[in-house]
DNA sequence: ATTTTATCACAACAATTGTTATGTTTTCAG
DNA sequence: CTGAAAACATAACAATTGTTGTGATAAAAT
């Protein structure tokens, strides 16, 4: 096993610490625990705590763009659009971890500055994503023309986001069907 | 000044403290700090750092809460609703403070079961809120009959939770002008 | 085979935490 | 005025924290 692998390994453990005890939590003894070693297998591949758990929110992120990337391969149109929010959405329950390492990261930033730019820098990648599929779903005359797109971007952005934060707290306020409901119709205001 | 007000003073300095320090640097001494007294002083007026905490987060509820209530006092139909919904959104800088602390609290209750239970009653009765509105609405005749109620709620609920959330991140995200009209668009199209 | 390095275990450190107990001061009814 | 109760201050407690240093062991390189 690599060292990068042993790295993703520790920050996993971290991960599912975070999801069941809660980041304040999220000691060093206890993230070793899950790990089954000593604190000094944490110490060793991470220099602090701060890069620790920096690296495992952007684990986390990464799988999510992944994973929206991957449902954007081969599809065009509306469809492409719809299908990358919809990987984005904590449809199964085993999506629901990811949100909620995502909400335990967004509280724990409040007073935290270096963490809310961290948190920005992510908003700003997303944004960034899903403005060029608007861009590309405008030039192909399939949404309105006189769209904000950085708005509907961001609006986007904030009802998946809405979304996650009901389902962490209710993991049965919405089911995948209605999200998917939601999403549509959402995106169907924007149509030509 | 009677005890309840001194209770809220004192939930008040913990309630600027986490804005400002973060939920789980929110200690008794730094609270008592911002407070200009002693420990004591906390100890004396709440039993345990949870019965504070709880006090706190209930006491931003009711404000948020109170404000939609007279934003929908004298006002019908449509406009009643959007008024309500308007007094939740982080409109103004001085509203986000009331949602970092929402934000703290919820990131903080991940993997804490009780505060999970406590945002949860808050959902409900937002639900429970909205819902009432939906219904007169559709007795009126304004809003489409064969609408999901309680999904419709809750589309709104997360439709403002996603904009709180991206705000305490992002402070420019949303102008006040935008997020009106992205909630005005969201509940047009409900519309009969 | 030997040396060097990576990996890991363990212990000790100071700092901070919530809580409790014990005082001191203020308030105020009798 | 007096004493009881409320309000507040202070100090000490054990527990937990991140971090650091010192070894031990395994892997790899020479």
Known sequence: MSYDD?????AKAAW??????????????AIAQELG?????????FRDKEELTLFALEQVFENVVEGMKACAEGRQGI??????IFAALPLEATDRADWKVWAAFLG???????LVQEHRKRYDFLRQIICQELADLQAANLIQVDLDLTLEANALIALVDG?????VICPEQFSADQQQYLVRRHINALLT
């Open 37 to 45: 070693s000593s604190t000094g297998v944490v110490t060793h591949y």
């Open 163 to 167: 979304i996650g934060s009901s389902i």
């Open 79 to 84: 469809d492409r659009l719809e299908q990358m």
């Open 6 to 10: 042993r790295r993703i390994e520790v």
């Open 16 to 29: 599912q610490v975070i999801v069941r005890e809660g980041l304040d939590r999220t000691s060093m003894r």
């Open 108 to 114: 724990y930033s409040i007073g935290r500055e270096y």
